[in-house]
């Protein structure tokens, strides 16, 4: 014998029944019931948490289980079935903590000796409280006797184990007289019913094999007596590869582009047809793929639920009640994995800001807006601090050396006209002056031609004001407000926004509207407001009521967004046995990158589908006219306005100047 490595938990269940009694020489067969037993451990359990139930405490063939696997029992617990399943929740799940072990927990085993018990349903009722049904991955192998295979594969409490044994042995095995025994007994059992009693059929619990439902199989015959032979990979294997129809019951609630449907009737929680959608198309691929039918319902009361306190609503509750098998596609929350099980589906959509077009720039600035801010005031700054220091040069120089001195304005006009590439005369007669004018020289080419070029560019493609990208970008702006659809403050978004805890994020939660999108559009069309809505939704809202046949629109749509999910995808009730099987196969159509094609083909569709429906023109939902032109620009008298403007500024203070001076001279005149 090897050691499996396993870590294996005995429970006993003691129940008030007729213990058969064997005789010490009867352990031929039942040491090979044992070996038998140990086979499907090695081959298929070997690393596994083992849990191994027994309905009494004196039973050979579970003692024989024990003795041919060897590798320790690693606690033994004498436990009454009936005693526990008459306790309230609180205690069973006390009495039952760590039988199946803890999160770390991959591979799950249960062994059942059922060869003593007349008492078989409270021990499977005892497993139904223990939570087998949530681990559908849990190998169950029980060994019996002939008449209560179906009873116990078909039980409620197994109603999702994927893999389910039992080796049924004959009623006359637990009977049978040693083959090296008293020679009367051998007389008295005739040698036809010693050959039957050494056989052990194998059955399987199959999941769909019944026109969609389970049942039973005999999938091998063992003789005791024979050589140990190799389990097949038959045992365990091959439950998904065909569901025969089995219904899959959906829960439906519109998403765009995720799930749409028509419902068959008014009626709360009628059955619905699909529209185009993402859960229609992957549902009719997996359909095809696995051959089984499904069931689509409306959600009664269109919403995902809320899980407080243990007490769930809308799909939530369904899916903890096994009402439904599959609820509709929704974000991944920590409170929704509590009672169902999460299965990745699509790319998470995000949260995007819609807002008005960028418009154009003001023409009156063009003529200053090569430069920013800072940069205008540095060269001001610089031109004075160059034309007083010329001027300091020059009155130093005429103290040591006498000679013609710089006036103050003179050296700062000088500073100007260079800029300007209109200098006077050269106000310096020494070698040092004329040094330091030389410099300011090549310091002004660069900054002409860094202007030159950048008003070009300017000129020809028109500058437009940036759109509100980010939340910080909406909190900077002032007297700009923000609002968000009614719908999405029922699920994720609601979550995000209350309970996050940065500055922004909570002043974006705090002024924030709720209203239709229709309502938040119409506000965005009068300018200083944003709308927060699922970029796919929205995208398919303005494309299909606020977009021109040229395809111009006013609105604006973020082109980040903000991440407020990992994922969406389809709820499942706990304890469904295909999910691993849905999973391989949409993590296949993803990275095929199918499911992106059939969004954004899904999205089109909508679009086109709802124009044509559409009695109005689309033009008459535009209320802002969209410049867009994309022909060679002709510069015109409105690009170089402030060229104009500049040169009145500028005939303006020579003028007033003009006043000054005189008015100085005639007071000179006058004294």
């Not at 005739?190 to 059955?203: F, L, Q």
Request: proline share 4%; with cysteine; aromatic share 8%.
């Amino acid at each position: 014998m090897v050691s499996l490595g396993c870590r294996v938990v005995m429970v006993v269940a003691t129940a008030i029944s007729a213990v058969p009694v064997f005789s010490k020489d009867a352990g031929g067969i039942v040491e090979q019931v044992g070996v038998l037993v140990n086979q499907v451990v090695e081959h298929h359990l070997t690393g596994c948490h083992l849990v191994l139930i027994t309905t009494t405490q004196h039973s050979h063939v579970f003692a024989s289980i024990i003795r041919h696997m060897s590798v320790g029992v690693a606690a033994g617990v004498v436990v009454d079935a009936g005693w526990v399943l008459s306790q309230d929740q609180l205690a069973k799940d006390h009495l039952l903590q760590g039988l199946w072990g803890d999160e770390r927990t991959t591979c799950r085993g249960l062994i059942l000796d059922l060869t003593t018990s007349n008492s078989t349903d409270l021990l499977l009722r005892l497993l139904e409280s223990s939570g087998l049904s949530k681990m559908p991955e849990t190998r169950v192998v029980v060994v019996g006797g002939t008449a209560g295979v179906k009873d116990v594969l078909l039980h409620h409490s197994l109603r999702n184990t994927v893999h389910g044994l039992y080796l049924a042995l004959h009623d006359l095995t637990l009977h049978t007289p040693p083959r090296t025994g008293n020679s009367r007994l051998k007389k008295i059992l005739p040698k036809e019913a010693a050959s039957v009693s050494e056989r052990v059929w194998v059955y399987r619990r199959c999941l769909y094999c019944n026109n969609g439902k389970a049942d039973v199989q005999l999938i091998h015959k063992w003789n005791l007596t024979s050589s140990p032979q190799h389990v097949d990979d038959l045992f365990f294997g091959g439950q998904f590869r065909n569901f025969n129809g089995h219904k899959i019951r959906f829960s439906a609630l519109r998403f765009l582009p995720y799930n749409d449907y028509t419902p068959d009737s008014k009626e709360p929680g009628s059955t619905a047809t699909f529209r185009d959608c993402l859960d229609a198309r992957l549902l009719s691929v997996l359909a095809l793929k696995l051959n089984f039918s499904l069931e689509v319902r409306e959600q009664p009361q269109r919403t995902w639920g809320t899980n407080k306190d243990g007490k769930t609503t809308g799909m939530l509750r369904q899916l903890q009640r096994e009402e439904i098998d599959i609820g509709g596609a929704m974000g991944s929350q920590t409170y929704r994995m509590e009672v169902a099980l999460f299965l990745r589906a699509y790319k998470a959509d995000v949260l995007s800001i819609v807002s008005l077009k960028p418009t154009l720039l003001p023409q009156h600035l063009s003529v200053i807006r090569p430069f920013s801010g800072e940069l205008w005031l540095l060269l001001s700054v610089s031109v004075v601090l160059w034309g007083v220091t010329l001027w300091l040069q020059q009155r130093v120089w005429r103290w040591f050396a006498g000679g013609q001195g710089v006036k103050l304005t003179t050296a700062l006009l000088h500073s100007l006209g260079t800029l300007l590439e209109r200098p006077p005369s050269n106000p310096s007669d020494n070698d040092s002056g004329r040094l330091l004018i030389g410099w300011w020289l090549v310091f002004c080419l660069v900054i002409t031609t860094g202007f030159r070029s950048s008003l070009i560019a300017h000129l020809t493609v028109q500058g437009k004001s940036p759109p509100p990208e980010t939340f910080e970008d909406l909190v900077a702006r002032s007297n700009w407000k923000w609002g968000i659809e009614h719908w999405m403050m029922r699920g994720m978004p609601r979550q995000y926004f209350t309970q996050h805890t940065h500055p922004v994020v909570r002043k974006i939660n705090k002024e924030m509207q709720v209203l239709t999108a229709a309502e938040g559009l119409d506000k965005v069309k009068k300018g200083s407001y944003s709308l927060f809505s699922p970029s796919y939704h929205i995208t398919i809202v303005i494309n299909s009521n606020y977009t021109d046949n040229f395809g111009q629109t006013p609105f604006y749509i973020s082109k980040d967004g903000i991440v407020g999910l990992a994922a969406i995808g389809w709820s499942l009730r706990k304890g469904v046995p295909y999910f691993q099987r849905l999973q391989q196969l949409i993590s296949q159509l993803e990275d095929a990158g199918i499911i992106p094609h059939w969004t954004g083909d899904i999205i089109a569709g909508r679009v086109k589908e709802n124009r044509a429906a559409a009695t109005l023109q689309q033009q008459a939902a535009l209320a802002i006219t969209v410049h867009e032109d994309d022909t060679k620009l002709v510069l015109g008298l409105h690009h170089l306005q402030g060229a104009f403007y500049l040169l009145f500024l500028g005939c303006t203070i020579a003028y007033l100047t003009l006043l000054v001076e005189n008015f100085a001279h005639s007071r000179s005149w006058s004294l």
